[in-house]
């Protein structure tokens, strides 16, 4: 009797596809699971780490969250849940307020999780016409974009400090590797400059002896200190639960508390990850080529409730992996059964504290240099959405109805409501860039495009108006 843990097993010829129903022998299954833990392994513990969260318990999560995923989605559409970049920003934000802890990250974030799965039900019974309405390309460009833009000043005054050398060889190398590798090694491009960068500042620490900077905890004061140090990594357990504390003094897994004002800096994140949902299973459908769209609303609200659950134990938000699309695209194996695998490597991999603890042990350095890339590259994503869908910034409704949000949300522009409310940066700069776009949008009076006309097409004939043509394409 066929079921949904039932794989047909298949042995194809080269180049051809495997999918997601079918499996290879299980041999050959389990070893490109491991690809794929391979695969989104860098990205995954980097976040964590940046947002102040347990790497180990990052991991643990992200195979349960990628197990519910297939289960929601009836394996139909292959994915890993791994940890999302889109609230790294917000985290930052929380962070710098005085009351805000790792208690206040997770309970925001798990009111986005919710709120994003309740946008995965209304998409599912409703359609997908939904999502484009409310949330156009112009609009999630500029979202993405200023999420991650806003991340430069944590980059410039968190990481890079600490130790600026190692911190730009890791970048070159990150660079380097993820254009001039071949295949599947430019895809773990991240996890290579993690470890480049781990041996780099142990070397330096073995020739140069210690750096006086500043530390992730020193609060920006500068002392004397190992680039290295593994006191943790000596103290952990094999075997065993995550467990332990914080940077901030919080337990590792802990109850999430809530804030309004918090809940507001997170809740942009969500339209990142409408997009990086609803663009991921387009392209496992282009790549299948079978029409994945009645299960786009069950993908995005089970990275929703996905995200919220891990939350709820102090883990981190998730999202579907490019990387892991590059692995699929590679191999053309798109079987559910290899990411059932992944998950429970990942999971295996999360009750290792030992493992995770050399992963804490990560110099600021090198993660400097890593974010310096990834950060800059979330906020092109943004720039990727607008020439995909050919927004036209000669249409007015697009160059000014935008502008005032991306200030805003980059340059951190704040508004204050009373004594304890207060909206700013990515909250703010969200907020006005959907207002303002809708506001405006099909309003445009007669001749209102020619300013900006000239500015983006600077050789079009005078009087030929290229607003009509970006609103249709957008509509």
Known sequence: MSTMFTWREVVPA???????????????????GAQHVVAMFGATFVFPLVMGLDPNLAIMFSGICTILFLLVTTNRVPSYLGTSASFVASVAAIRTHSNGDSAHVTGAILVAGLVLGVVGVLVHFGGSGIIHAVLPPAVTGAVVMLIGFNLAPVVAGIYWPQDQWVALLTATFMVCAAVLLPGFWSRIAVFLALIFGYLISWLADVMFGTIHSITGSSNGKELDHDRVSWVGVHAADWIGLPSGKLSDGVSVVHSPSFSLTFILLVLP???????????????????????????????????GFATALSSAFGGSPTTTYAENIGVMGAT????????????????????????????????????????????????LVGAKIWVENGVDFGNPVNMVGLAAGLIAGIGGVSLTFGKNFELSGIALGTILVIVYYHLVNGRAGRGSGRVTQALSHPDAPTGQNTSHRSESMQE
């Open 14 to 32: 080269p180049g051809e596809p495997v999918a997601p129903d079918e499996r290879l022998p299980w041999g050959r299954t389990v070893g490109l």
């Open 269 to 303: 994140g969500v339209i990142a990850l409408i997009a990086e949902n609803t663009g991921h299973v387009k392209a496992v459908a282009e790549m299948t080529k079978t029409d994945l769209d009645p299960y786009m609303g069950r993908a995005i609200a089970a990275d």
């Open 332 to 379: 053309k194996v798109y079987s559910t059964a290899a990411y059932y695998v992944a998950a429970i490597v990942a999971i295996l991999l999360g009750l290792c504290p030992k493992f995770g603890a050399v992963v804490s042990a990560t110099p600021g350095g090198v993660l400097g240099g890593i974010t310096v890339i990834l950060y800059g590259m979330i906020g």
